[in-house]
């Protein structure tokens, strides 16, 4: 959808992109628009959400939100859902070159881990092995 209106007897706009033959140049186009979110991509998701549906099996998390921002993708997980989160799972790009892109934050705002690959930091979701007395 778009805020201007319809051109009519087949007008052309004199910001358009488009050459006569339907075909967009994506360098004029990026140029000239607003920059895209960052996103989660699918596996990064298959990622967060595997460790999301074992968290949710065992009673701790129960509700998610996911935020694509200007500057950083969110995955927040809640114990209620009219709750702060309980932890954020962050993919901002602008740190992959330095300290990793990906990091786990908890609800006091503390970084619990981070780095370059997003299994690793969410190893931070293990449980620790218990010793079971029979």
Do not use: C
């Not at 999301?52 to 509700?63: A, E, H, L, S």
């Not at 934050?105 to 930091?121: E, T």
Request: proline letters at 4%; a positive charge.
């Amino acid at each position: 959808m778009s805020d201007e209106p319809d051109l009519h007897n087949g007008a052309t706009r004199s910001t358009s992109h488009a050459t006569p033959e339907g075909v967009v140049d994506l360098n004029s186009y990026r140029g000239a628009r607003d920059p895209l979110p960052i996103t989660f991509h699918r596996t990064e998701l298959d990622q967060i959400l595997w460790v999301y549906g074992r968290m949710v099996g065992d009673g701790d998390w129960r509700d998610y939100a996911l935020d694509h921002l200007i500057d950083k993708a969110v995955f927040s997980v809640f114990k209620r859902s009219g709750e702060m989160p309980l932890y954020r799972i962050e993919k901002n790009p602008k740190l992959a070159a330095k300290q990793g892109a990906y990091s786990v934050v908890n609800a006091h705002g503390m970084i619990l881990k981070r780095g370059h690959d997003l299994k690793q930091v969410l190893k931070v979701f293990d449980k620790l092995l218990k010793l079971v007395k029979s």
